[in-house]
């Protein structure tokens, strides 16, 4: 965690530096705020220019994320299983996939329009609202291998102008990330 926001400091620094007329050009901004509420609270935020980010995803060095790729664990879901589920869910069209029904929480997942939604309530209260645009799921599954492309769903979350993608509130944890 710390060596991700050494990166993103790292790429803010050297965005600080660039020419007025460069700010000027309207570029699609990601935004990612995380709130923890514990004894000693925490608040980070997280807001750079599209390209940035690009850039940050190529700097970090890991086993598991390389180029903006992120390898799965042998053990998780194959790729390739994942790519032939997709590929049957985006032919049906607008329905729901997926309800469970608690006492005190209830998770759904659809596909409604051109988005894939996935919204859990705890108590009757949001808990996790996920609206990713289905062309932003075709692009992370659209590399060879066994590795999802972060780099091309952040291009078709830019190309599309995603806006708002994921909030979760989860007791003393709130994140949202968005883009405009």
Same mark, same amino acid.
């Given at each position: 965690?710390?060596?991700?926001?050494?990166?993103?400091?790292?790429?803010?620094?050297?965005?600080?530096?660039?020419?007025?007329?460069?700010?000027?050009?309207?570029?699609?901004?990601?935004?990612?705020?995380?709130? $923890?509420? %514990?004894? @000693?609270?925490?608040? *980070?935020?997280?807001?750079?220019?599209?390209?940035? +980010?690009? =850039?940050?995803? &190529?700097?970090?060095?890991?086993?598991?994320?390389?180029?903006?790729?992120?390898?799965?664990?042998?053990?998780?879901?194959?790729?390739?299983?994942?790519?032939?589920?997709?590929?049957?869910?985006?032919?049906?069209?607008?329905?729901?996939?997926?309800?469970? $029904?608690? %006492?005190? @929480?209830?998770?759904? *997942?659809?596909?409604?329009?051109?988005?894939?939604? +996935?919204? =859990?309530?705890? &108590?009757?209260?949001?808990?996790?609202?996920?609206?990713?645009?289905?062309?932003?799921?075709?692009?992370?599954?659209?590399?060879?291998?066994?590795?999802?492309?972060?780099?091309?769903?952040?291009?078709?979350?830019?190309?599309?102008?995603?806006?708002?993608?994921?909030?979760?509130?989860?007791?003393?944890?709130?994140?949202?990330?968005?883009?405009?």
């Amino acid at each position: 965690m710390k060596k991700a926001f050494s990166v993103l400091a790292l790429a803010l620094l050297v965005g600080s530096f660039s020419s007025p007329v460069a700010a000027q050009k309207k570029e699609p901004w990601f935004h990612l705020e995380v709130k $923890e509420n %514990k004894t @000693e609270p925490e608040y *980070v935020k997280v807001n750079l220019p599209l390209g940035m +980010v690009d =850039v940050a995803l &190529n700097a970090v060095k890991d086993k598991k994320f390389n180029k903006g790729r992120f390898k799965l664990h042998s053990d998780e879901i194959a790729v390739a299983d994942m790519k032939k589920i997709w590929n049957e869910l985006k032919k049906t069209g607008n329905a729901e996939f997926v309800t469970v $029904e608690k %006492k005190n @929480e209830t998770v759904r *997942v659809a596909k409604d329009g051109n988005y894939v939604v +996935v919204k =859990v309530t705890e &108590n009757k209260k949001p808990k996790v609202d996920l609206r990713v645009p289905v062309g932003v799921v075709d692009a992370l599954l659209a590399s060879p291998g066994d590795e999802l492309d972060i780099k091309a769903a952040l291009l078709a979350m830019q190309r599309q102008n995603a806006g708002e993608i994921l909030t979760v509130n989860d007791n003393d944890k709130q994140v949202r990330v968005w883009i405009d």
